[in-house]
């Protein structure tokens, strides 16, 4: 059983920039891993995701942040950069062992972090 732990998040301003970590506690350099957020209110949505096939992005996102993986540190980050206050939520990694075309789905990811709260004020 893969345990993920986040750190980063926190509260910052329009504009500016910040790192998400996900820790996992085996190797997942393999794994289909990925990155969703969920506001108040709203349901959980795809960030981004990234497998050996591909990198993917929501579109909301898309040019902003940065999915990246040190395999030897066995930590994902989320790069996020020029943030808006619409980007306000909690975040949370996920991984699962094999590749599906379904990455920007929750149910497809068997394990999650515990989440992380970014606020973006204007």
């Known amino acids: 059983q893969v345990r993920l732990v986040q750190s980063g998040g926190g509260s910052v301003q329009s504009g500016d920039s910040i790192t998400l970590a996900c820790a996992a506690s085996?190797?997942?350099?393999?794994?289909?891993v990925g990155w969703f957020r969920q506001a108040p209110g709203k349901e959980r949505e795809f960030v981004s995701a990234?497998?050996?096939?591909?990198?993917y992005y929501a579109d909301s996102v898309k040019g902003r942040f940065i999915i990246a993986r040190d395999n030897a540190a066995k930590t994902l980050y989320l790069e996020m950069n020029s943030l808006k206050p619409e980007d306000t939520a909690m975040y949370y990694c996920?991984?699962?062992?094999?590749?599906?075309?379904?990455?920007?789905?929750?149910?497809?990811?068997?394990?999650w972090g515990q989440g992380t709260q970014v606020t973006v004020s204007a």
């Open positions: 996920a991984a699962v062992p094999q590749y599906s075309d379904a990455y920007r789905t929750a149910a497809t990811y068997q394990h």
């Open positions: 085996d190797k997942i350099s393999t794994y289909l």
């Open positions: 990234m497998h050996w096939i591909g990198t």
